[in-house]
């Protein structure tokens, strides 16, 4: 949501280590960041901060796991967008969510997925809400490496339209 | 039976199913895919190597090779554009294949009018399977409707292996076996009395229970001619009428029209009324524009037209009918009487405390150019009193058949009355007696049932002109009949008995497996009565009558019935069949058949067969055997005597491909001129189109006891 | 030779003691069908198929003339008439007591144009025969219904 931008972020984790020549906080264990209705939680999660403020954040998961994020999005009352992978790279300065191995996203409303999206590399740009989808992990698309699925449920415009 | 198509249910909350290489887009806007992309969404599943999916428009369009498949239906072509639920959009150069009825072809663009409406732009046509169908037809514009199950195509040219062999204006076809009335396809075929002729049909569905159709037809040797065929079917009244106009045929210079119309009615619950009415221009007309033996050979149009009213327990019905005689200068046919009007009242009631009652009233006034006319009233009333047990039955009966007739005889103007009242006395008694036992060690259960049907009949002279009796061929009906003769203007004297033994084998399922009848008829005074100029034949004894009918297994069973003259102590008519069917298109009968009086004996063999793994034979020969019986004592011409050899034959060879089948049919029939014409009949049948050629169907349904259609299942005959 | 009187036209272990003949009034073959049935007293006949144990359907009547031989000059000399009736008997809940079963008789008649008039009457003759041919042999398919165990038992 828009809004979020403008709100605190708060992180919990079992431990935390601060490298202030580099401005690298890196968190470890049960790592939760809430910033506004942003939600992510990683199993390991690099912070760092550019001259200007703005953060980048790299989430990785425990082995087995994946690392998950949430957040409100601006279309209507109760409309949520998350998404899980075995990392998360979130670039705060052009609002970029990069989601890389196993990488799932899905939109949700009141409740329901309304759209899910599974392949092995997404792309997410969170203003303009444009998204990428590759079928490697390292991010680049290669014939034959595999697919992507996408389930998409049909708009309330087509309920409406139904005989 | 077709099976069931799958209902075109269309769920508007069928989620969509999107996968490929490669995926970039907006959620809620639309998404682009790439590489081996699939779209599947309820029924609809679509394929392509690039493809954008408009999620809010539900609207797809896809290119590099695009393959498609929805209900049942599938298609492929280089570019598409499709709505997946509305089912709406185009493909370019597309091909496609349906699950209607196995119909395929290619076309330069396919638009999806609706769910169940497809227009093909140069397309083509075919229920062949595979990529270079053997036969196919090639439209600039053609609908499919696979809702109406019906395609409708412009200018069109047929082709098979490639040759155009019928090209016409305008062309409809069924897009599925289920629905046969109202799709026309124009036909093309020769006959030996027209040459060339090409009929292209016009179908008019007027409302869902009236239509019209129209039958242009082009023929070499004769002109053009016009065909009509309505139909109507209401709740209370239904009908059919066809005309066919030829104005003047270049051979014989005339007008030559035929019109066929049946029409029946309801006024109220107990009134009704209708016709049937046929008419022709000339006499030639059967043979020179039939399209079967059993058109070509009937000479006598009835035109009947008739009014009923029927009551609880009678019945009243008045009649106008006459004949129309295609006479033939060879065979002369005498001019049957009109019947105008005829008023016949039926009135009965059963059990009126054991009695059965029946009466008939009957006036007619019979008219004919030259031969004696008038009226004549008949009372026919009658009582019984059957017992009807599960071991026996006894049924006494008393009637009366009470006749005046005042005639004219126009050639002599002279005028005359007749009157006669005969009463009718008659005993019908039966016995049925049964055991448990067993027949081709199947259990069977056995019935013998011997029958005693006594009639008395004073002789009253009767000299009255025959307007509709005649003697009826002896049979287990006629012989257990009252009246030697059928119609009202003679009735036989009788004092006489008639005995019969019936013996059924009956299955546990109630089927007759084996059936075996004789009966006899012993006068105990001459008969006397006889039609003008015959003379009543003597004897004590009628011919005795034998028949029996045995199911020997599934496919084999075999009939038999014999009329044994007890006074020349011969067979006087007689038949025996043989009719083997081991499995479907598989049937071979076989007839023997003796007939005195004709001078008749002939052996009929006919079968079909199939000759290898495509090709069937079908054939049928009837073949007249040398006989002695025209120089019998006592015997008296009825018919010409066929010659020996072959009176009547048919050959045909049948080749069924996967979606055509090839009839080549010669058929053999005795004419009036004493010898035999050979007609015949090529047929391609494009499966699911058209019959191109002359319809052998018939020839082979009524000539072969037993064939089937070697394109449909094996249970639906013809 | 072990023959003895018929005991009962319908048999007594029919699984049904009434039942409803579905076939329009204007057809003679229904008529004489209820007839025999009332006449054996064995089953009771209902004015409507919800009284009735039993529905015996007529789903298919057809009489047909289809020429059987020529003569020397090509025209016909004899008919054969055929009579084809398709019978089903369902009990009032629509299980099925007899399947439809196909009954066909026929009988050939001599033609001649000369008597067209006395033909058309020994045809009705020929057809009235058939029908009470047909109908003894309805009578046996009724009477060979089995109550339902019995029959799966056999």
Same mark, same amino acid.
């Given at each position: 949501e828009k809004a979020d931008a403008s709100k605190p972020t708060n992180v919990e984790a079992d431990q935390m280590q601060y490298d202030d020549v580099k401005q690298i906080n890196t968190f470890i264990g049960n790592v939760v960041l809430t910033r506004g209705s942003i939600l992510m939680k990683a199993n390991k999660m690099v912070v760092t901060q550019d001259p200007a403020g703005y953060q980048f954040v790299v989430m990785y998961a425990a082995p087995g796991t994946l690392a998950s994020f949430r957040q409100k999005r601006d279309g209507g009352p109760d409309q949520w967008i998350d998404g899980q992978a075995e990392r998360i790279e979130y670039d705060d300065k052009n609002e970029i969510m990069k989601l890389f191995s196993k990488a799932r996203m899905r939109r949700l409303e009141n409740g329901k997925t309304t759209d899910e999206v599974n392949g092995e590399y997404i792309s997410y740009d969170t203003r303009a809400e444009f998204f990428t989808v590759h079928n490697t992990a390292s991010g680049d698309s290669k014939p034959g490496a595999g697919r992507i699925k996408a389930i998409i449920q049909p708009r309330a415009t087509d309920t409406k339209k139904a005989p | 039976q077709t099976p069931a198509k799958p209902a075109k249910v269309k769920d508007p909350e069928a989620e969509t199913r999107v996968s490929s290489e490669q995926m970039t887009g907006r959620p809620d806007r639309e998404i682009i895919l790439e590489r081996d992309v699939e779209i599947t969404r309820g029924e609809t599943t679509l394929n392509a190597d690039h493809a954008t999916y408009w999620i809010a428009e539900d609207e797809v369009e896809a290119s590099g090779n695009v393959r498609m498949s929805r209900f049942g239906d599938r298609y492929t072509g280089d570019k598409m554009r499709f709505k997946m639920d509305e089912g709406t959009g185009y493909v370019t150069n597309p091909t496609y294949h349906m699950q209607g009825n196995n119909a395929q072809g290619r076309a330069e663009r396919i638009d999806f009018e609706a769910e169940d409406r497809a227009l093909i732009t140069q397309g083509t046509y075919s229920t062949c399977e595979g990529p270079d169908p053997d036969w196919y037809l090639k439209s600039n514009t053609m609908h499919l409707d696979t809702g109406k199950d019906v395609g409708t195509a412009g200018t069109t040219v047929i082709y098979f292996k490639d040759v155009p062999i019928l090209g016409t204006p305008y062309m409809s076809f069924p897009l599925s076996d289920a629905r046969k009335s109202g799709i026309l396809v124009p036909t093309m075929g020769t006959t030996s009395t027209g040459g060339f002729e090409l009929m292209v049909p016009y179908y008019f569905n007027i409302a869902p229970n009236r239509d019209l159709t129209l039958f242009p037809k082009y023929i070499a040797r004769r002109g053009f001619q016009l065909g009509a065929d309505a139909r109507y079917l209401d709740r209370d009244y239904a009908g059919e009428t066809k005309i066919e106009f030829l104005p003047n045929d270049t051979q014989t210079k005339t007008n030559r029209y035929s019109i066929a119309s049946t029409h029946n009615q309801r006024l109220s619950p107990q009134a009704s009324f209708g016709w049937n009415v046929k008419a022709a221009s000339d006499d030639d007309y059967a043979i020179d524009f039939s399209r079967n033996l059993a058109t070509s050979t009937e000479r006598l149009l009835l035109r009947d037209l008739y009014f009923n009213y029927a009551g609880n327990f009678w019945n009243a019905t008045a009649r106008a009918s006459n004949y129309q005689v295609l006479q033939d200068v060879l065979a002369p046919i005498t001019r049957p009487y009109d019947r105008l009007p005829q008023l016949t009242l039926q009135a009965g009631r059963q059990d009126v405390n054991g009695f059965d009652w029946a009466t008939t009233v009957e006036a007619t006034r019979f008219w004919h150019p030259d031969l004696v006319r008038g009226e004549r009233y008949v009372l026919n009333p009658s009582i019984s009193y059957p017992i009807v047990r599960p071991s026996?039955?006894?049924?006494?009966?008393?009637?009366?058949?009470?006749?005046?007739?005042?005639?004219?005889?126009?050639?002599?103007?002279?005028?005359?009355?007749?009157?006669?009242?005969?009463?009718?006395?008659?005993?019908?008694?039966?016995?049925?007696? %049964?055991?448990?036992?067993?027949?081709?060690?199947?259990?069977?259960?056995?019935?013998?049932?011997?029958?005693?049907?006594?009639?008395?009949?004073?002789?009253?002279?009767?000299?009255?002109?025959?307007?509709?009796?005649? %003697?009826?061929?002896?049979?287990?009906?006629?012989?257990?009949?009252?009246?030697?003769?059928?119609?009202?203007? $003679?009735?036989?004297?009788?004092?006489?008995? @008639?005995?019969?033994?019936?013996?059924?084998?009956?299955?546990?399922?109630?089927?007759? $497996?084996?059936?075996?009848?004789?009966?006899? $008829?012993?006068?105990? %005074?001459?008969?006397?009565?006889?039609?003008?100029?015959?003379?009543?034949?003597?004897?004590?004894?009628?011919?005795?009558?034998?028949?029996?009918?045995?199911?020997?297994?599934?496919?084999?069973?075999?009939?038999?019935?014999?009329?044994?003259?007890?006074?020349?102590?011969?067979?006087?008519?007689?038949?025996?069949?043989?009719?083997? $069917?081991?499995?479907?298109?598989?049937?071979?009968?076989?007839?023997?058949?003796?007939?005195?009086?004709?001078?008749?004996?002939?052996?009929?063999?006919?079968?079909?067969?199939?000759?290898?793994?495509?090709?069937?034979?079908?054939?049928?020969?009837?073949?007249?055997?040398?006989?002695?019986?025209?120089?019998?004592?006592?015997?008296?011409?009825?018919?010409?005597?066929?010659?020996?050899?072959?009176?009547?034959?048919?050959?045909?060879?049948?080749?069924?491909?996967?979606?055509?089948?090839?009839?080549?049919?010669?058929?053999?029939?005795?004419?009036?001129?004493?010898?035999? @014409?050979?007609?015949?009949?090529?047929?391609?049948?494009?499966?699911?189109?058209?019959?191109?050629?002359?319809?052998?169907? %018939?020839?082979?349904?009524?000539?072969?006891?037993?064939?089937?259609?070697?394109?449909?299942?094996?249970?639906?005959?013809? | 030779c072990g023959f003895k009187l018929r005991g009962t036209i319908l048999g007594n272990d029919l699984p049904f003691k009434s039942i409803y003949i579905a076939v329009p009034e204007t057809s003679t073959l229904g008529s004489e069908l209820r007839r025999y049935i009332r006449g054996s007293g064995e089953l009771e006949i209902k004015q409507s198929p919800e009284e009735a144990e039993a529905i015996l359907d007529l789903t298919n009547e057809l009489r047909e003339k289809v020429i059987l031989s020529l003569n020397s000059q090509g025209r016909v000399r004899e008919y054969v008439l055929y009579y084809r009736v398709t019978i089903r008997v369902r009990d009032n809940k629509n299980v099925e007591l007899l399947p439809s079963t196909q009954i066909s008789l026929k009988r050939d008649i001599s033609y001649n144009e000369n008597q067209v008039l006395a033909k058309e009457a020994e045809e009705a003759m020929l057809y009235r025969d058939m029908q009470s041919d047909l109908v003894q042999q309805i009578l046996r398919r009724i009477a060979a219904i089995k109550p339902a165990d019995q029959a799966t038992a056999k």
């Amino acid at each position: 949501e828009k809004a979020d931008a403008s709100k605190p972020t708060n992180v919990e984790a079992d431990q935390m280590q601060y490298d202030d020549v580099k401005q690298i906080n890196t968190f470890i264990g049960n790592v939760v960041l809430t910033r506004g209705s942003i939600l992510m939680k990683a199993n390991k999660m690099v912070v760092t901060q550019d001259p200007a403020g703005y953060q980048f954040v790299v989430m990785y998961a425990a082995p087995g796991t994946l690392a998950s994020f949430r957040q409100k999005r601006d279309g209507g009352p109760d409309q949520w967008i998350d998404g899980q992978a075995e990392r998360i790279e979130y670039d705060d300065k052009n609002e970029i969510m990069k989601l890389f191995s196993k990488a799932r996203m899905r939109r949700l409303e009141n409740g329901k997925t309304t759209d899910e999206v599974n392949g092995e590399y997404i792309s997410y740009d969170t203003r303009a809400e444009f998204f990428t989808v590759h079928n490697t992990a390292s991010g680049d698309s290669k014939p034959g490496a595999g697919r992507i699925k996408a389930i998409i449920q049909p708009r309330a415009t087509d309920t409406k339209k139904a005989p | 039976q077709t099976p069931a198509k799958p209902a075109k249910v269309k769920d508007p909350e069928a989620e969509t199913r999107v996968s490929s290489e490669q995926m970039t887009g907006r959620p809620d806007r639309e998404i682009i895919l790439e590489r081996d992309v699939e779209i599947t969404r309820g029924e609809t599943t679509l394929n392509a190597d690039h493809a954008t999916y408009w999620i809010a428009e539900d609207e797809v369009e896809a290119s590099g090779n695009v393959r498609m498949s929805r209900f049942g239906d599938r298609y492929t072509g280089d570019k598409m554009r499709f709505k997946m639920d509305e089912g709406t959009g185009y493909v370019t150069n597309p091909t496609y294949h349906m699950q209607g009825n196995n119909a395929q072809g290619r076309a330069e663009r396919i638009d999806f009018e609706a769910e169940d409406r497809a227009l093909i732009t140069q397309g083509t046509y075919s229920t062949c399977e595979g990529p270079d169908p053997d036969w196919y037809l090639k439209s600039n514009t053609m609908h499919l409707d696979t809702g109406k199950d019906v395609g409708t195509a412009g200018t069109t040219v047929i082709y098979f292996k490639d040759v155009p062999i019928l090209g016409t204006p305008y062309m409809s076809f069924p897009l599925s076996d289920a629905r046969k009335s109202g799709i026309l396809v124009p036909t093309m075929g020769t006959t030996s009395t027209g040459g060339f002729e090409l009929m292209v049909p016009y179908y008019f569905n007027i409302a869902p229970n009236r239509d019209l159709t129209l039958f242009p037809k082009y023929i070499a040797r004769r002109g053009f001619q016009l065909g009509a065929d309505a139909r109507y079917l209401d709740r209370d009244y239904a009908g059919e009428t066809k005309i066919e106009f030829l104005p003047n045929d270049t051979q014989t210079k005339t007008n030559r029209y035929s019109i066929a119309s049946t029409h029946n009615q309801r006024l109220s619950p107990q009134a009704s009324f209708g016709w049937n009415v046929k008419a022709a221009s000339d006499d030639d007309y059967a043979i020179d524009f039939s399209r079967n033996l059993a058109t070509s050979t009937e000479r006598l149009l009835l035109r009947d037209l008739y009014f009923n009213y029927a009551g609880n327990f009678w019945n009243a019905t008045a009649r106008a009918s006459n004949y129309q005689v295609l006479q033939d200068v060879l065979a002369p046919i005498t001019r049957p009487y009109d019947r105008l009007p005829q008023l016949t009242l039926q009135a009965g009631r059963q059990d009126v405390n054991g009695f059965d009652w029946a009466t008939t009233v009957e006036a007619t006034r019979f008219w004919h150019p030259d031969l004696v006319r008038g009226e004549r009233y008949v009372l026919n009333p009658s009582i019984s009193y059957p017992i009807v047990r599960p071991s026996y039955f006894i049924t006494p009966k008393v009637s009366l058949n009470a006749a005046s007739y005042s005639v004219e005889n126009p050639l002599t103007r002279t005028n005359a009355s007749y009157s006669r009242t005969l009463p009718t006395f008659s005993l019908d008694s039966g016995l049925i007696f %049964e055991r448990e036992t067993s027949i081709f060690g199947e259990a069977a259960t056995q019935t013998l049932e011997p029958r005693l049907f006594y009639v008395k009949t004073p002789y009253r002279n009767q000299a009255n002109p025959v307007f509709d009796s005649a %003697e009826a061929d002896l049979s287990f009906a006629q012989i257990f009949s009252e009246n030697r003769f059928i119609g009202n203007d $003679r009735i036989s004297n009788a004092n006489q008995l @008639t005995t019969a033994l019936v013996s059924r084998y009956i299955e546990p399922s109630g089927a007759e $497996r084996l059936r075996v009848a004789l009966a006899q $008829r012993f006068y105990f %005074e001459d008969q006397k009565v006889a039609l003008p100029g015959v003379v009543p034949q003597g004897g004590s004894k009628s011919d005795i009558l034998g028949s029996g009918t045995l199911r020997i297994s599934n496919a084999l069973s075999t009939e038999g019935n014999l009329q044994y003259s007890s006074t020349q102590k011969t067979v006087s008519r007689g038949n025996a069949s043989v009719s083997w $069917r081991p499995e479907p298109k598989k049937v071979l009968n076989l007839a023997y058949r003796v007939d005195v009086p004709n001078a008749l004996r002939q052996v009929d063999v006919s079968g079909q067969w199939p000759l290898g793994d495509r090709w069937y034979g079908v054939g049928r020969m009837n073949y007249s055997l040398s006989n002695d019986y025209a120089n019998r004592p006592g015997y008296k011409q009825i018919n010409v005597p066929p010659k020996q050899g072959l009176s009547e034959g048919l050959l045909g060879l049948e080749y069924k491909a996967d979606c055509w089948i090839f009839r080549v049919v010669a058929q053999r029939i005795p004419t009036a001129t004493g010898k035999a @014409t050979t007609s015949l009949f090529f047929q391609l049948e494009l499966s699911g189109l058209t019959k191109l050629g002359s319809d052998p169907m %018939e020839a082979l349904r009524t000539n072969i006891p037993g064939y089937q259609v070697i394109n449909k299942p094996s249970n639906i005959n013809y | 030779c072990g023959f003895k009187l018929r005991g009962t036209i319908l048999g007594n272990d029919l699984p049904f003691k009434s039942i409803y003949i579905a076939v329009p009034e204007t057809s003679t073959l229904g008529s004489e069908l209820r007839r025999y049935i009332r006449g054996s007293g064995e089953l009771e006949i209902k004015q409507s198929p919800e009284e009735a144990e039993a529905i015996l359907d007529l789903t298919n009547e057809l009489r047909e003339k289809v020429i059987l031989s020529l003569n020397s000059q090509g025209r016909v000399r004899e008919y054969v008439l055929y009579y084809r009736v398709t019978i089903r008997v369902r009990d009032n809940k629509n299980v099925e007591l007899l399947p439809s079963t196909q009954i066909s008789l026929k009988r050939d008649i001599s033609y001649n144009e000369n008597q067209v008039l006395a033909k058309e009457a020994e045809e009705a003759m020929l057809y009235r025969d058939m029908q009470s041919d047909l109908v003894q042999q309805i009578l046996r398919r009724i009477a060979a219904i089995k109550p339902a165990d019995q029959a799966t038992a056999k």
